[in-house]
Nanobody, 119 residues
Framework: QVQLVESGGGLVQPGGSLRLSCAAS????????MGWYRQAPGKQRELVAS???????NYADSVKGRFTISRDNAKNTIYLQMSSLNPEDAAVYYC?????????????WGQGTQVTVSS
């Protein structure tokens, strides 16, 4: 029922910028947290940034000051503006939505979008 579609990935040079977007559709509880995760080959999937429906944000230490997450609640869409990219940022980036209803955890994932950082 819930669909998350990421876009905006691609190839950038070190020091470059990229903007990712994720559009969510379907029946999603209004009080939720959406975020971006990333996974590089041989690495654990990690949280990059998240944002609640109330606007509270959380960032991984490695991206603070370089990445900015934002959302449009009316459209259930989130964005990730990435600047000063370095090779360590290269990964598949996944969009996620999380919420709890009646004590049950609900979580959905997008298909991922590839970010490559190379000169």
């Amino acid at each position: 029922q819930v669909q998350l579609v990421e876009s905006g990935g691609g190839l950038v040079q070190p020091g470059g910028s990229l903007r990712l977007s994720c559009a969510a559709s379907g029946s999603i509880f209004s009080g939720n947290t959406m975020g971006w995760y990333r996974q590089a080959p041989g690495k654990q999937r990690e949280l990059v940034a998240s944002i609640t429906s109330g606007g509270s944000t959380n960032y991984a230490d490695s991206v603070k000051g370089r990445f900015t997450i934002s959302r449009d609640n009316a459209k259930n869409t989130i964005y990730l503006q990435m600047s000063s990219l370095n090779p360590e940022d290269a990964a598949v980036y996944y969009c996620n939505v999380y919420y709890i209803t009646l004590g049950r955890r609900r979580e959905y994932w997008g298909q991922g979008t590839q970010v490559t950082v190379s000169s």
